[in-house]
């Protein structure tokens, strides 16, 4: 099977709660494709499913590092460090994230307004 396949079979297996499955297809999709940023990003979250924070934020962590514009990834690191009482850290993500999806709605503005 290809990249494509098993992240979204991982992806099904996520909405199903079936985590471990899910991280199991994504893991094999990043064996094929290791830049896919939304693989870490979802195999983050199912990781946080299963309680494996170091994992989620080793996961997230590799998202941003791909695409270090990545709001989502900055937005769910930022809810974990929060939720693991480490506010600080926590904060500056979910205000990175703020910080990056107002500059995405500004751009699609400027882009849609001289169209």
């Known amino acids: 099977m290809n990249a494509q396949v098993y992240y979204k079979r991982g992806i099904a297996r996520f909405e199903l709660q079936d985590y471990l499955g899910s991280i199991s297809d994504l893991t094999r999709a990043l064996e094929i494709d290791p830049t896919n940023k939304w693989c870490y990003l979802y195999k983050g979250i199912a990781k946080m499913g299963i309680v494996d924070y ?33 506010t600080d850290d926590g904060l500056y993500d979910l205000n990175k994230a703020g910080e990056l999806s107002n500059s995405e709605i500004h751009e699609r503005t400027i882009s849609t307004s001289t169209n």
């Open 54 to 86: 170091p994992g989620a934020i080793s996961d997230m962590n590799r998202a941003i590092a791909l695409s270090p514009m990545f709001t989502a990834a900055y937005y769910s690191r930022g809810l974990l460090k929060m939720e693991l009482g480490q």
